[in-house]
């Protein structure tokens, strides 16, 4: 009688997890575990672009709605390689290395136009090599002014704004860090202008000069020190941080001639602040949908910067996180689960395909 009920159950257990067959009709138990999502790997490509090699990290089905993941200085890609993976399964995600950065070409200073506008032209060609009608843009940094010079060039390729330390308005940029850098827009020869406040004496003290060159200045934001303070300082924990991040991006930097490329967009970020009435016209004609994931303790782009959006913007999703300018590396599972929850509202995704078959 024992084996008869222990029989009884293991057929009753069969029934509930096996599919039937039933007049040809395929039936599948509801109460069955649905397959997991597709897993995509991320791909490492390289495309030529006006005869440079363009760098980027792809993944996903490119069926799937896309997100255009844009970098910030000094790093590249490298700085989406575990946001990338957490949004392929819905997303089809693509993060190319601007020209000078990662492991895309560098041209000398000299033989390249190292402007915004350049870099802008050249992402809007990688885009359009690759067949990318619509997307939505990720915008982190130098990732800002790139991308809303696409989205005022093309207001209707875009689906949504996802905007992390990335600056469009004054008040990003009134704070002592920038003020070297705007006596530097005006003059390149510029001499100890906006050195004398406190976050810059810290600087002279560590070269021990009373006076130094704008310029001088701002090579100390090309040496390891500055390098790892953008990624330690304003953080929960440095222990969660990997020196790999800071030594990849060191790395770069350190190549000949890299230097000079830096000083050039340092130069050139200067032409941004005058584009920021276009593109927030932009932001209030069009109204894109947009989620505000930003490092409230960043002393580049702090959230004097982030506050303003909202004078703009309607459709409008913000977070103030407790970390710093690189808040991927802290909170990137914080980020990635937001910006599943907003384009889910907001853009859609590709869902899991359930197919059924019958006679």
Do not use: C
């Amino acid at each position: 009688m024992n084996t008869l009920r222990f029989n009884l159950k293991k057929i009753i257990v069969l029934v509930a997890v096996t599919a039937i067959s039933i007049g040809g009709l395929f039936i599948i138990n509801a109460d069955a575990k649905q397959a997991p999502a597709t897993s995509y790997p991320t791909l490492y490509k390289t495309i030529k672009i006006d005869g440079l090699d363009i760098f980027y990290r792809e993944a996903g089905s490119e069926n799937s709605p896309t997100i255009l993941l844009l970098h910030g200085f000094p790093t590249s890609s490298h700085m989406f390689r575990n946001l990338i993976p957490a949004l392929a399964d819905k997303y089809h995600v693509v993060a190319p290395d601007y020209p000078g950065y990662g492991n895309s070409s560098m041209p000398q200073v000299d033989e390249f136009e190292y402007t915004f506008d350049h870099i802008a032209e050249i992402i809007e060609k990688f885009i359009g090599k690759l067949g990318i009608q619509k997307y939505s843009l990720y915008l982190m940094d130098y990732g800002a002014p790139v991308g809303f010079r696409l989205a005022v060039a093309h207001p209707e390729r875009v689906d949504a704004l996802i905007i992390q330390n990335g600056n469009a308005y004054d008040e990003g940029i009134d704070n002592n860090f920038w003020e070297p850098i705007k006596a530097y827009w005006k003059s390149r020869k510029a001499y100890n202008k906006g050195l004398d406040n406190a976050w810059w004496k810290n600087v002279k003290a560590a070269y021990k000069k009373e006076t130094m060159s704008n310029e001088e200045a701002l090579r100390f934001l090309l040496t390891i020190g500055a390098t790892k303070w953008q990624y330690t300082n304003g953080i929960r924990n440095t222990e969660t941080i990997s020196p790999d991040t800071w030594n990849e991006d060191q790395r770069l930097l350190d190549r000949p001639g890299n230097q000079e490329i830096q000083l050039q967009m340092f130069y050139d970020y200067g032409s941004n602040p005058p584009l920021y009435p276009k593109w927030q016209a932009y932001f209030r004609r069009y109204q894109p949908p947009t989620l505000i994931v930003w490092g409230a303790k960043d002393e580049i782009f702090p959230a004097a910067g982030a506050h303003p959006y909202k004078r703009d913007l309607t459709n409008l999703e913000f977070h103030l996180l407790d970390t710093g300018h690189f808040a991927l590396e802290e909170d990137g599972e914080v980020i990635a689960s937001f910006i599943r929850n907003f384009l889910a509202k907001n853009v859609g995704s590709v869902q899991s395909e359930v197919v059924t078959t019958g006679k």
